[in-house]
């Protein structure tokens, strides 16, 4: 096998930054209350809270195991790993690399949609849109916008370039230094609006919808949305993770990483609801409003704080980066597969991933205005893209890894991988090895069933 001279993330809190930064976007800001909102508000969310812990904390683990074991993009490492001890040329796990990236475009092409948005909202923001105006004309510049002739495509395009540009550059320098800056930022200013959210009048009813489970709302349809929402809001399932964990040194844990973003990620998306709900309901908007939510919600609430056109300015400017660093991490997998399966160099790489992204996207975005004739089966083209990913190719994806992992890899190497990083001597060695059995058995067994279960159970 040729050897691939490959960067690695510089530091410790360089890679937790950098997969915080992927599992931190649009997935919790704008998603995770459209989907808490149209799935009944609590039920969905105590179904969320146990699924990302139980299932898409171990299967981020696994995917560390797959990158950093390969130090290959999800392809390649499929291939590479996939051979198991009889040494196979060709193993018919190398098709879940390129299901992983499959995935990743279609993702990119519909979540550059929204991306386009944050930065149109940015202007917005900027050029003061907001003041003075009331719900229904906020809510009517968010109709105006998405069916503006060619503002969102603009929008979309421009954010797509950007993403290309750190792309190219690659890891080190581009995805980490953002990261690690502006990641926490983001986080203060949420728990701010947190604050002005809850002091609104009507604000306990938004706080009980989201917290008060009612669970006469569970079916499954709401249990596969939430498992879903897990993938897509912590990257897994579709080898963004397999990518990142290609670049993580050996001197660092994949446990206490994986662990410490998710518990990061649900924390950013369970913040995002304190926000959205209670300011929602206190504005009389309606929980199910899906797209609209969030932007809609938020600049009224911006318009009752003091200095609000300050921190709209700073807020959709942390938007615009959080989602950033989330479409880098997605291109990365499409640039990543470029190189090393055609031998492109990263920039040709991005540039093609860029431009193929960019056609499927501009049909998405073109989808979501009123009466657009771009619609299958009664769906936009948008929620066909959002639906199949989310719904089918990540839990589909996440099965299989999870499967791999625990059946395929040789269980000395998943051990070594869980276990490399941690103290080594006496009782926390001791300790060290517990854990990594424990997330080994979580991995063969729990994981692959409850998805399989819930999968299942939603299509009969
Ligand atoms: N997790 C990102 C978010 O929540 C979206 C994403 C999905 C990024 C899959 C990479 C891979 O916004």
Redesign the pocket.
């Known amino acids: 096998m040729k050897e691939q001279k490959r960067e690695n993330f510089g530091s410790k809190l360089g890679i937790i930054m950098a997969t915080a930064g ?7 800001i704008y ?1 995770f209350p459209c989907e808490a909102g149209a799935n009944g508000g609590g039920a969905f969310l105590i179904v969320y809270l146990v699924i990302a812990l139980a299932i898409g904390t171990p299967l981020m683990i696994a995917e560390f195991v797959i990158g950093r074991r390969a130090k290959q993009g999800p392809i390649g490492a499929f291939r590479l790993l996939g051979r198991g001890r009889e040494g196979q040329r060709r193993t018919p796990w190398t098709l879940v690399g390129y299901l992983g990236v499959v995935c ?1 475009f279609l ?1 990119l092409a519909f ?1 550059t949609t929204v991306a386009g948005w944050t930065l149109g909202y940015l202007g917005k923001a900027a050029a003061n849109h907001f003041s003075g105006q009331d719900m229904t004309q906020i809510s009517q510049q968010f109709t105006d916008f998405t069916n503006h002739p060619w503002l969102p495509i603009v929008c979309q395009l421009a954010f797509l370039a950007l993403t290309a540009f750190v792309v190219a550059r690659g890891v080190k320098q581009g995805i980490e230094r953002w990261s690690k800056l502006l990641m926490p930022l983001l986080l203060v200013i949420m728990v701010i609006l947190c604050v002005k959210s809850l002091t609104l009048p009507g604000a306990a009813e938004g706080l009980r919808f989201l917290f008060a489970p009612d669970f006469s709302k569970l079916t499954p349809h709401v249990i596969v949305s939430a498992l879903g929402q897990s ?6 399932g ?1 080898g ?1 993770l397999i990518t990142y964990g290609s670049y993580i040194s050996r001197s660092d844990n994949l446990v206490t990483t994986a662990t410490s973003v998710a518990l990061a ?1 649900t924390f950013v998306a369970i913040l995002a609801g304190i926000v959205i709900f209670p300011a929602a309901f206190s504005f009389g908007i309606r929980p199910e409003a899906g797209a609209s939510l969030a932007f809609t919600t938020l600049p009224l609430v911006f318009q009752q704080m003091t200095g609000g056109y300050f921190f709209c300015l700073i807020f959709f400017l942390l938007l615009v980066i ?2 950033l660093t ?2 880098i ?2 291109l990365e ?1 499409i640039v990543t597969a470029l190189t090393e399966e055609l031998h492109l160099s990263r920039t040709a790489a991005a540039i093609a991933g860029t431009i193929g992204t960019a056609v499927i996207g501009v049909l998405a975005t073109l989808s979501f205005r009123t009466a657009s004739p771009i619609h299958i089966s009664g769906r936009s083209f948008f929620d066909l893209l959002d639906h199949v990913t989310a719904l089918y190719l ?1 839990p589909i994806g996440g099965l299989l890894i999870v499967l791999f992992v625990g059946w395929r890899m040789r269980r000395k190497d998943m051990l070594d991988e869980l276990s490399s990083g941690l103290v080594s001597e006496g009782s926390a060695s001791r300790a060290s090895r517990f854990l990594a059995t424990s997330i080994r058995f979580i991995i063969r067994y729990i994981a692959p069933v409850a998805i399989l279960v819930i999968f299942i159970n939603q299509l009969t």
Not at 231 to 236: G, K, M, N, R, T
């Open positions: 992927s599992a931190l976007g649009l997935g919790n998603r990743a993702i979540y993938f897509f809001s912590l990257s897994i579709m963004a990620d959080a989602t989330s479409t991490s997605l997998v990540m």
